[in-house]
């Protein structure tokens, strides 16, 4: 069965620091996306990816197969920020399209 | 930039009752999905659907839920006989193909009485 924890679980931080997110997942996957969760409850697709690195703006992501590890970075980081990022994977296997979630991380930025 | 569009925002209805979920997703897309969120809880995958089929599905989608596709535009997810533990976010998604990203909708909040 395969489980993603992320880490911390909640996280405070003063505006423009640098901010790390972690996620590990236990299975083989196909690809590794990362989601944005507003306090209203719409979900935001950051990135997804299967090796190496991304980046789109502020945000920066990276996964290590290997290790079955990825973190997202916050780059100078502002209240607008500031809200739930999910990790969800897609197992390698087959014709499973099926996403795993991750609990995901509460992010809190201080002006 | 297109996106996915669900409605109603807000769904409220008595137990026992049907409902239907309604998603318009991203024009050109193939691929199309629900997921469920409990308040509080992680997201759950329900079902994807391509070519006019279920192309998977979880235990939670029972025979009480159902997909459609009536027509090219709409993606609708119905529940027959709603329970109080059917009260979620309902979530929509939609991507290209299979291996790549998916847009999600603003979601349904489902409320059972």
């Known amino acids: 069965k395969n489980e993603v924890e992320q880490s911390p679980q909640n996280l405070t931080a003063q505006e423009g620091e640098f901010i790390t997110i972690n996620c590990s997942y236990s299975v083989g996957i196909s690809a590794l996306h990362w989601l944005q969760q507003h306090p209203g409850g719409g979900i935001v697709s950051l990135f997804m990816l299967s090796s190496g690195k991304k980046k789109h703006g502020r945000l920066i992501a990276t996964i290590n197969i290997q290790e079955k590890h990825s973190s997202l970075h916050i780059t100078a980081s502002h209240p607008r920020d500031s809200a739930v990022y999910i990790c969800a994977v897609r197992p390698q296997t087959g014709a499973n399209s099926k996403l795993t979630f991750g609990k995901g991380i509460t992010l809190s930025v201080r002006p | 930039e297109p996106e996915v569009t669900q409605t109603p925002s807000h769904q409220v209805t008595q137990m026992g009752q049907e409902v239907i979920l309604r998603c318009v997703p991203i024009?050109?897309?193939?691929?199309f999905y629900w997921y469920r969120q409990i308040l509080g809880q992680k997201v759950e995958f329900l079902v994807s659907f391509y070519n006019n089929e279920i192309s998977e599905k979880s235990e939670i989608f029972d025979d009480q839920f159902s997909v459609e596709r009536p027509d090219g535009s709409n993606f609708t997810l119905k529940i027959r006989s709603t329970k109080l533990e059917d009260s979620a976010m309902y979530f929509c998604?939609?991507?290209?193909?299979?291996?790549?990203?998916?847009?999600f909708g603003a979601g349904t909040r489902l409320s059972v009485l």
């Open positions: 998604a939609s991507s290209v193909v299979r291996e790549n990203i998916q847009y």
């Open positions: 024009s050109n897309h193939l691929y």
